[in-house]
């Protein structure tokens, strides 16, 4: 009974799981390489951005940003940080993570702030959407890194997209938090003074959903973070590359220094994007 | 505006408890049957231009659901709402925006003013809804801040100003799209009696200035008695009683709005007028050159003094049967609250004649309907 069970249902999920990826590597590669097409040119200008800018001057618009979002301290300690990661040769591929990061989390908020919206006006969306965003975050990565690479190849492309599968739920789920505890007062203000839809989404909710959007975005970049090892194991390339690298040759000295770099970088990225969702 | 067999029920399908509520159900009986809430019961009334119209009641009688059904921030379950000819209730919502656009706002208990906007671009929210351009909207919110005294915060957000402050803005944000109809839902409930105070005179003022059509929510019965023209009481989602304030605290409909005037000093609440009135013992006399006939007149009643009056019914004096000369008694105006007549009531001979503002005499107070007055007004605990 048990074996006909794994048999029939078991393997009938695994069964239609190869044959819809199947199906999709048929029919769908015109979509599949458009798809690619525009995530690697957007990738790919983030990157050339990042990469073709002079190092100091990359530097200087990280420690500015620091200055202006945080302070004299925090822009010293970046300015340090940022040092410390050129001192150890480590600039380039470090540039190239963030600029992973960069695309991945632009996507995510893409496809994530209209779906915390949506899901946050409907009933039925945010049913069906809380189920899709537990699916992404806790589906082991590893599992929809192979189709990942049988519909795009190895490379920046599969790496962006798996990012953002694993790294958009919390723009989700914090958009829709955030829309849904406008005080309703403020919603009622907005109605009785006769704003549509759209003027009372864009002039009175998402303003003041701003403060739980940016922590949405601040916790999207730290999960693209957390993902680049993962992605770099199908040529996504950066840090994580590096990181691997360490780990394949047993070298414990590149280890921590690229693992310094994502920490590093992790902090920087982190208190940055922070000071957004603050209300000024 | 007029409103007229206005109810709501929260239910999603609403006509079994309709059904119910019209064979006469209370709004307990519908809860126990049907476990459905009811907010308004069966409500008509009439909203006169110009006119401060208070709605009160206690938490939980409807007032707050009412004022909601007015503008649609909650749908009727059943009846009309008319304005200039439009029925409301039956406006697609495209027309009613367009009608809270131009016709309506809004001010708030809680102020619900948008923190990520200083004061005057809270004040000019409702005109950049409706999409007038910036430099109209701008000089608009700001006249309406200065009407409101706060022409020289207009830069300042809603956390930098005391809640005062806050609802001043609520106000100009309600007046700068000069609506014909303004919602007051317990405006100034939040605020501490002091600044409440300040903000019912600036209420006042501003309606001395250009008379709006003003629907206030309160729950306070001094508040009430205060700025309104019109209260309706609320109880249980139902109107038991509307009236002016002196008609409310004369004649209470019943002993629940008996209960809630009953703290209300009513000597500041009626008017002269609404106590003048001339009895048996009024004796009224025609004024002429010649006094004799009068002196007659009080002579043939037994009266000891009579109130003369011009053939055209203004107050000339009081003729008194010992003497033949006029006494110039300086009468009470119509309008002074009873409060600032105690004092000459109780030192005066004989009652206190009273006059409108052309003159004409209304009648006289005496000390006994003084008297009786303020002890129904509930000074005295009966």
Redesign the interface.
Known sequence: MDEWLAETIGGGIGYWAEKLVGLILDHGQPTLDAIAAVVDGFGGAIDGALLGAPPWALGAVIVAAAFWRVGKGFALFTALALGAIFAMGLWEPTASTLGLVLASTALSLLAGVPLGIWMARSRAADGVGRTLLDFMQTMPAFVYLIPAVMFFGLGRVPGIIATVIFAMPPAVRLTALGIRQV?P??V?????????DH?LLF??QL??A?PSIMAGVNQTMMMALSMIVVASMIGAGGLGNVVLQGIQRLDIGLGVESGLSVVLLAIVIDRITQSFGK?R | MEVRRLRKVFADDPRPALALLDSGASKAEVLRRLNVNVGVVDASFDIRAGEIFVIMGLSGSGKSTMV?LL?R?IEPSGGDIRLDGRNLTRLPKRDL??????D???V???F?????RSALENAA??L???GVDKATRRDAALRALEQVGLGAYAARYPRELSGGMQQRVGLA?ALA?NPTIM?MDEAFSALDPLIRTEMQNELLRLQREQARTIVFISHDAEEAMRIADRIAVMEDGRIVQIGTPAEILREPADDYVRAFFRGVDSSRVLRARDLARCDGTTVLLEDSDDRRPALRRLSELGAGYGYVRDPSGRFRGILSRDGADLLAVEPAAGDAPVHALLRRVATSPCPLPVVDGEGLFLGVVSRAALLETLDRGGLGDG
């Open positions: 005080p007062e403020l009622e203000a907005g109605r009785a003074f006769g704003c549509r003027q002039k009175v303003p003041n701003l209300m | 909601r503008n921030l925006v367009e009608v809270l656009r131009r309506m706002s809004m708030f208990q809680s619900a003013l948008l923190p990520n929210f409702g950049e809804v409706a944000r799209k919602l």
